[in-house]
Every structure is written in C-alpha cells, then in structure tokens.
C-alpha cells in the first residue's frame, strides 16, 4: 500500500515539474529588462521591465523614453494626437499590454490592440527577450537591435 502512495505522488510530482517546464515557466527572482539598442525617427527609445518573485512576474513596466529621460506616456500632446487619430495612447496600451503579460506569465495569449499594432510587435519582442534574461537569472540589460526604421522603430531580425 505504501509502495502506491509513493508511485503517485511521484507521478504527481514529475507531472508538476513537467507542467512548469513546458511553460517555460521557471523564472529566478530578480528585475529584467530589455530596451531598444537605439532611439527610434521620433527619438524614442522603448523598454520592458520584469519584476520576478518566486518564481512568478509580479509587475511589468512597458515605456519609452527620450535621451533627456522624458517619458513617452507622460506627453499629453502625444497623447492627445495619437488618441484622436488611432483611438488608443501610451498611458493605455503599455498598460494593457503589461497586464496582459501579468496575468498569462508570457507572451503567448497577448492580443494585439487596434491602433497600438506597431508597439505591439515592439513589446512582444522586448518582453521574450527579458524573459529569456529571466529564465537564466541574467539580470544584465538585454539590448535588442532594430532591423529597420519605418516610422516608429520596428523590430524585426
């Protein structure tokens, strides 16, 4: 009888660990980031930053920023423009898409949203490349490069 505790709770442990690892959901603890090697046409330079704690992304920061420090969610007049002319802005859609990474702990499930498509292709690849820094525990900013210029900044190899 003990003999078959034993042999299922090691089928449940191995089917645990086995879950975790196809996920690629090991994460070590620790704040991970990943920017864009260069400014964009506009001057913009985005980034993504994990914060992990056992093993689990508790917060994501999705921005950009300009070379003086300025940050892309904070311009109002920005705001004002792209809302208008594409429905959305930074302050909405980094936030959206940083919860959505919340909540499904990676990339895969994140929808796009209208009018952001570009920052979203900008932030699938910055967040897969922080997380991968995640699941070696390299807490060293990861640079990614920008094939090409086309407008915003796309990032594409």
């Known amino acids: 009888m003990k003999k078959k505790w034993f042999v299922l709770v090691v089928i449940f442990l191995i089917s ?5 690892l ?13 920017e864009a090697a260069e400014f964009d046409d506009f001057g913009w330079k985005e980034y993504v930053t994990l914060c992990v ?3 689990r992304i508790i917060h994501v920061e999705y921005n950009a920023v300009t070379s003086s420090g300025f940050i ?3 311009d109002m007049d920005y705001m004002r423009e792209m809302s208008a002319s594409d429905g ?15 909540k499904h702990q990676s990339v895969e499930g994140i929808d796009c949203i209208s009018g952001a498509t570009h920052s979203y292709r900008i932030f699938i690849k910055l967040a897969e490349a922080a997380l991968e820094n995640a699941r070696t525990g390299n807490s060293a900013i990861r640079f990614v490069e920008a094939a090409g210029n086309t407008g915003g900044g796309a990032f594409f190899h």
């Open 53 to 55: 704690s056992n093993g």
């Open 16 to 20: 645990l660990c086995c879950s975790c």
């Open 22 to 34: 196809k996920n690629g959901a090991f994460l070590y603890d620790g704040y991970y980031t990943a």
């Open 72 to 74: 892309k969610s904070w």
């Open 88 to 102: 959305t802005y930074p302050n909405a859609y980094t936030r959206i898409y940083g919860g959505e990474l919340l």
